[in-house]
C-alpha cells in the first residue's frame, strides 16, 4: 500500500500552521512494521492534520494502536523487542481499516471487533476456493459504496491512475489510467477484504500492472512503485499545478518542463500569460483546494433554490455529484436545475445569475449556452452532455458556518420574521470586493470563501437522465455508456437512450426508468461510487 492520496487538500507553499488537536482523549501510536518511513511520517502527519494526538513513542498514555497486515503475535513480538513485555489495560490494538475510516469520517471510530487485529491463525489468507468469485464484468451491475473492505489496494491503483494521466500520451495514457481504476472499481465493489494474489486474478478488469502492485501490498505491505511516485517531484508538481482552476494536466507538465516548481514561479514569470479562471485560481488557490463540505453544499443549494423559486415557483434544484452519492466533502456542488413544466427553465440561469451578481455572491462566471441536438445522439463521438450551465466561484460568507450560534443566515434564504428577502441581510459581508482583492480587498481580509459551484439548466423530458449523468460517478457512468451500447445495441447520454433498432428515444420521468430501460438493477446513488 502507498501514502494515501493527497489531492483533495493542498495548502500553500510554506504555510505550516500548527494542527488543532480536537480529540485529546484519543492517542495513537502507529507500528512501523512493514512500513516504509516515509509512509508512517505520512500518516502520523495526516493523523494529527485531522486533529489527532499522534505519540512518537509507546507509553501508558497511549489510547489506540494501530498496525498494517500484521497479527496480534506479530505485534506483540515488535513490542516485545523494544523491551514492552506487554500492554496497557484498555489500550486497543487495530489495524488500518480503524484509521482510515477515522481519517474519512474525521473523528475516532468506534472500535468493533471487525477493526481490532487478529491472531495469526485468523488471519491466513482464504483460500481461493473458499470464496467464490462471481462479478459481473460492467460496473454498473454492481454495487460499489463509499466504505469497502480493500482501501490499501485502490489508495495506491487510484494514484497510479492519477500518475498515467499527468505524464500524458493520448490515448495509450489514457487507456492506462483506466486501467488501474477499472482494477480499483473492482476491488472497490469486492464483498470481502482481498487475501491472497490468486483471488484478484480470477477478478474481472485487473490487469498485469495492477496485479503486480496488488502482489507487492499482499507480500509487503506496501507498493514500493507507487511510494517512489508519491516521494517524487513530478508527481506533487503536478498535483500543484492542477490544484489551480483552470489549470489541465497539459499546462501543468510544460511549466513542469520549463522547470517551474512552486506557485511563486507561476507568478512571478513574467513569459506566463493566464487566462481570467487561471489569474482567479491562482488568487484564491487554498480556497479551492480546501474541501467542500456537506454543511456548505447545502447552505449553497439552499441559497440557489431560494433564488431560483422565486423567479420560477415549483423549478427542483437537486445537489448532485459526489455529495449525493454520500460523500462528506467534496471539491465542488453540482446544482442541477429544472422544472415539471417544460420550457419553464429557459431562460431562468440567466435570471439568477443576475440576482447572485447583485448580491456580489459571484466572484467568477462562465457560461455555456444549450446545444443538444437530438440527430447527433446517434454519433459515436456523442458522449459528452449539451445542457445550458455556468461554471461559477460563489463567495461563500465565513459566518454562514460559525462554531458559534448566529442569526445570521445567507441572503436568499428567508428565515420567519426575515423582511425584504431580495437584499443581503444587514451585516453580511459578502459585498466586500471581488475575488482575490483585484478591487482593494486583500484575500487575507476577505471575510468570504471561494467555493466552485456549478448549475446545470435540465429540461424536464431530459431530467431524468441527467441526474443520473451529473450524480456519477464518472467511471459508473461510462460502464453504463459501455453496456448500453455494447449490450443493448442503444445509445446513453445524459440526455436521453436511443435505440437505433426502432429508431426511438426512450422517454424517463425518473432513474429508475433509465435503469429499467437498460434492463439493470436499480442502483440507490450511494451504490454508484465507483
Same mark, same amino acid.
Given at each position: 500500500?502507498?501514502?494515501?492520496?493527497?489531492?483533495?487538500?493542498?495548502?500553500?507553499?510554506?504555510?505550516?500552521? +500548527?494542527?488543532?488537536?480536537?480529540?485529546?482523549?484519543?492517542?495513537?501510536?502507529?507500528?512501523?512494521?512493514?512500513?516504509?518511513?516515509?509512509?508512517?511520517?505520512?500518516?502520523?502527519?495526516?493523523?494529527?492534520?485531522?486533529?489527532?494526538?499522534?505519540?512518537?513513542?509507546?507509553?501508558?498514555?497511549?489510547?489506540?494502536?494501530?498496525?498494517?497486515?500484521?497479527?496480534?503475535?506479530?505485534?506483540?513480538?515488535?513490542?516485545?523487542?523494544?523491551?514492552?513485555?506487554?500492554?496497557?489495560?484498555?489500550?486497543?490494538?487495530?489495524?488500518?481499516?480503524?484509521?482510515?475510516?477515522?481519517?474519512?469520517?474525521?473523528?475516532?471510530?468506534?472500535?468493533?471487533?471487525?477493526?481490532?487485529?487478529?491472531?495469526?491463525?485468523?488471519?491466513?489468507?482464504?483460500?481461493?476456493?473458499?470464496?467464490?468469485?462471481?462479478?459481473?464484468?460492467?460496473?454498473?451491475?454492481?454495487?460499489?459504496?463509499?466504505?469497502?473492505?480493500?482501501?490499501?489496494?485502490?489508495?495506491?491503483?487510484?494514484?497510479?491512475?492519477?500518475?498515467?494521466?499527468?505524464?500524458?500520451?493520448?490515448?495509450?495514457?489514457?487507456?492506462?489510467?483506466?486501467?488501474?481504476?477499472?482494477?480499483?472499481?473492482?476491488?472497490?465493489?469486492?464483498?470481502?477484504?482481498?487475501?491472497?494474489?490468486?483471488?484478484?486474478?480470477?477478478?474481472?478488469?485487473?490487469?498485469?500492472?495492477?496485479?503486480? /502492485?496488488?502482489?507487492?501490498?499482499?507480500?509487503?505491505?506496501?507498493?514500493?512503485?507507487?511510494?517512489?511516485?508519491?516521494?517524487?517531484?513530478?508527481?506533487?508538481?503536478?498535483?500543484?499545478?492542477?490544484?489551480?482552476?483552470?489549470?489541465?494536466?497539459?499546462?501543468?507538465?510544460?511549466?513542469?518542463?520549463?522547470?517551474?516548481?512552486?506557485?511563486?514561479?507561476?507568478?512571478?514569470?513574467?513569459?506566463?500569460?493566464?487566462?481570467?479562471?487561471?489569474?482567479?485560481?491562482?488568487?484564491?488557490?487554498?480556497?479551492?483546494?480546501?474541501?467542500?463540505?456537506?454543511?456548505?453544499?447545502?447552505?449553497?443549494?439552499?441559497?440557489?433554490?431560494?433564488?431560483?423559486?422565486?423567479?420560477?415557483?415549483?423549478?427542483?434544484?437537486?445537489?448532485?455529484?459526489?455529495?449525493?452519492?454520500?460523500?462528506?466533502?467534496?471539491?465542488?456542488?453540482?446544482?442541477?436545475?429544472?422544472?415539471?413544466?417544460?420550457?419553464?427553465?429557459?431562460?431562468?440561469?440567466?435570471?439568477?445569475? #443576475?440576482?447572485?451578481?447583485?448580491?456580489?455572491?459571484?466572484?467568477?462566471?462562465?457560461?455555456?449556452?444549450?446545444?443538444?441536438?437530438?440527430?447527433?445522439?446517434?454519433?459515436?463521438?456523442?458522449?459528452?452532455?449539451?445542457?445550458?450551465?455556468?461554471?461559477?466561484?460563489?463567495?461563500?460568507?465565513?459566518?454562514?458556518?460559525?462554531?458559534?450560534?448566529?442569526?445570521?443566515?445567507?441572503?436568499?434564504?428567508?428565515?420567519?420574521?426575515?423582511?425584504?428577502?431580495?437584499?443581503?441581510?444587514?451585516?453580511?459581508?459578502?459585498?466586500?470586493?471581488?475575488?482575490?482583492?483585484?478591487?482593494?480587498?486583500?484575500?487575507?481580509?476577505? #471575510?468570504?470563501?471561494?467555493?466552485?459551484?456549478?448549475?446545470?439548466?435540465?429540461?424536464?423530458?431530459?431530467?431524468?437522465?441527467?441526474?443520473?449523468?451529473?450524480?456519477?460517478?464518472?467511471?459508473?457512468?461510462?460502464?453504463?455508456?459501455?453496456?448500453?451500447?455494447?449490450?443493448?445495441?442503444?445509445?446513453?447520454?445524459?440526455?436521453?437512450?436511443?435505440?437505433? /433498432?426502432?429508431?426511438?428515444?426512450?422517454?424517463?420521468?425518473?432513474?429508475?426508468?433509465?435503469?429499467?430501460?437498460?434492463?439493470?438493477?436499480?442502483?440507490?446513488?450511494? +451504490?454508484?461510487?465507483?
Amino acid at each position: 500500500m502507498a501514502a494515501p492520496r493527497r489531492k483533495k487538500a493542498r495548502t500553500v507553499e510554506n504555510e505550516k500552521a +500548527e494542527p488543532q488537536i480536537l480529540f485529546p482523549e484519543t492517542k495513537i501510536f502507529i507500528v512501523d512494521r512493514k512500513m516504509t518511513k516515509s509512509r508512517h511520517d505520512f500518516l502520523q502527519a495526516l493523523a494529527r492534520r485531522k486533529g489527532f494526538v499522534v505519540c512518537g513513542q509507546f507509553g501508558s498514555t497511549v489510547t489506540h494502536i494501530v498496525a498494517e497486515d500484521l497479527s496480534t503475535e506479530q505485534v506483540m513480538e515488535y513490542f516485545q523487542k523494544k523491551g514492552v513485555t506487554s500492554l496497557y489495560p484498555g489500550q486497543e490494538l487495530l489495524n488500518m481499516e480503524w484509521f482510515t475510516r477515522s481519517m474519512e469520517e474525521k473523528r475516532p471510530v468506534l472500535c468493533t471487533d471487525s477493526l481490532r487485529l487478529k491472531p495469526s491463525q485468523a488471519s491466513v489468507s482464504v483460500a481461493t476456493e473458499d470464496i467464490p468469485v462471481r462479478m459481473p464484468s460492467y460496473e454498473c451491475q454492481r454495487i460499489t459504496a463509499l466504505k469497502h473492505h480493500n482501501h490499501r489496494f485502490t489508495t495506491a491503483l487510484e494514484l497510479l491512475e492519477e500518475h498515467a494521466g499527468y505524464q500524458g500520451g493520448g490515448q495509450r495514457a489514457d487507456s492506462r489510467a483506466r486501467g488501474f481504476r477499472r482494477a480499483s472499481c473492482t476491488l472497490k465493489s469486492l464483498s470481502h477484504p482481498l487475501t491472497s494474489i490468486e483471488q484478484a486474478g480470477k477478478l474481472p478488469n485487473i490487469g498485469p500492472h495492477s496485479l503486480a /502492485v496488488i502482489k507487492d501490498i499482499l507480500e509487503d505491505g506496501y507498493s514500493q512503485e507507487v511510494q517512489d511516485i508519491c516521494d517524487g517531484d513530478f508527481y506533487n508538481t503536478m498535483q500543484l499545478f492542477t490544484g489551480i482552476f483552470g489549470i489541465g494536466c497539459s499546462t501543468a507538465r510544460k511549466w513542469y518542463e520549463k522547470g517551474f516548481r512552486t506557485l511563486d514561479d507561476i507568478r512571478n514569470d513574467s513569459t506566463i500569460t493566464l487566462r481570467k479562471d487561471q489569474k482567479i485560481g491562482l488568487e484564491l488557490y487554498q480556497d479551492l483546494n480546501t474541501p467542500v463540505t456537506l454543511a456548505e453544499a447545502n447552505i449553497i443549494q439552499e441559497l440557489v433554490k431560494a433564488e431560483v423559486q422565486r423567479l420560477q415557483p415549483g423549478a427542483t434544484v437537486v445537489l448532485t455529484g459526489g455529495f449525493r452519492r454520500g460523500k462528506t466533502e467534496g471539491h465542488d456542488v453540482d446544482l442541477l436545475i429544472s422544472h415539471p413544466t417544460e420550457g419553464k427553465e429557459t431562460g431562468l440561469l440567466s435570471a439568477v445569475l #443576475a440576482r447572485l451578481r447583485r448580491k456580489n455572491l459571484l466572484a467568477y462566471e462562465s457560461t455555456t449556452a444549450n446545444t443538444y441536438d437530438p440527430s447527433t445522439v446517434t454519433k459515436k463521438e456523442y458522449t459528452l452532455d449539451h445542457f445550458e450551465r455556468c461554471f461559477s466561484i460563489f463567495k461563500f460568507d465565513k459566518s454562514w458556518i460559525s462554531s458559534k450560534p448566529t442569526s445570521q443566515s445567507p441572503p436568499g434564504v428567508v428565515k420567519p420574521g426575515t423582511s425584504n428577502p431580495d437584499l443581503p441581510h444587514q451585516g453580511d459581508r459578502v459585498s466586500l470586493g471581488t475575488a482575490g482583492g483585484s478591487d482593494g480587498e486583500s484575500t487575507a481580509e476577505k #471575510a468570504w470563501v471561494g467555493r466552485r459551484v456549478d448549475l446545470i439548466i435540465a429540461p424536464a423530458s431530459q431530467y431524468a437522465y441527467a441526474l443520473v449523468g451529473w450524480t456519477g460517478s464518472k467511471y459508473f457512468n461510462r460502464s453504463a455508456r459501455l453496456y448500453a451500447e455494447r449490450e443493448m445495441n442503444m445509445k446513453l447520454t445524459s440526455h436521453v437512450l436511443y435505440d437505433p /433498432v426502432k429508431n426511438q428515444y426512450l422517454s424517463a420521468s425518473s432513474e429508475e426508468d433509465v435503469f429499467r430501460h437498460l434492463q439493470l438493477p436499480y442502483r440507490e446513488p450511494t +451504490e454508484r461510487n465507483c
